[in-house]
């Protein structure tokens, strides 16, 4: 036998192809699956997988995570007709809800605008956000996209997008560190941006 047997190697390679797991911490991952000990572990993980694949859609009205057709944030009516809030990705509402500083809605993009990447604009939910806009009677529109150049880009895009509904709009103020993804930085630096931001006069 020159390798692990091919059902073994099978998870290895798929565990490597993770965001951030290289080869060797696959192994490692998977060699602790493989323990007795772990047969109830390796079992509850491949059901988490299923279930969060079968269960979780994309809310219908805001883009994010969610369980229901609406999310509980769009469910809330307390959250209605104050302000909205455009983020890159679900991690980042997450993030921004920690701070407890945001009270209204959300918008998730689900990725940022990257000519490197080949990302353009109608790869994004954009039309549907501007009908949001358009049925809702929102005081602010919060734009927290990431503080490297894609982001800047997008919250440039979106700023144009927008201008003709006449919505008061504000950008996140910097203090971010560049180049940061909101969903990856600390609590007290959201909120400080948040508090700190900065209305964008067209
Ligand atoms: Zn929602």
New binding site residues.
């Given amino acids: 036998m020159n390798g692990y047997p091919r059902s073994l190697q099978k998870l290895i390679e798929e565990l490597s192809r993770l965001p951030t797991i290289g080869p060797k911490s696959a192994e490692r991952m998977a060699m602790h699956l493989m323990r007795a000990v772990a047969g109830p572990q390796a079992k509850a993980l491949a059901d988490a997988l299923l279930a969060a694949r079968e269960l979780t859609r994309r809310?219908k009205?805001?883009n994010?995570f969610?369980e229901a057709e609406?999310?509980p944030?769009?469910q809330d009516r307390e959250r209605r007709d104050k302000s909205i809030c455009i983020v890159e990705d679900p991690q980042d509402v997450i993030a921004i809800e920690r701070t407890g500083k945001h009270r209204g809605l959300y918008y998730v993009l689900g990725g940022k605008l990257s000519p490197l990447e080949g990302t353009g604009p109608d790869d994004l939910p954009l039309a549907q956000l501007v009908n949001r806009l358009r049925q809702e009677s929102l005081q602010e529109v919060i734009i927290a996209t990431s503080s490297n150049r894609e982001g800047e880009t997008t919250a440039l895009y979106i700023k144009q997008l927008l201008q003709p509904l006449g919505v008061k709009m504000s950008r996140i103020a910097r203090g971010i560190p560049v180049g940061s993804n909101i969903g990856h930085i600390d609590q007290a630096t959201i909120s400080e941006a948040f508090v700190g931001r900065r209305e964008v006069v067209p």
């Fill in positions: 809310c009205l805001c994010n969610s609406e999310c944030i769009c």
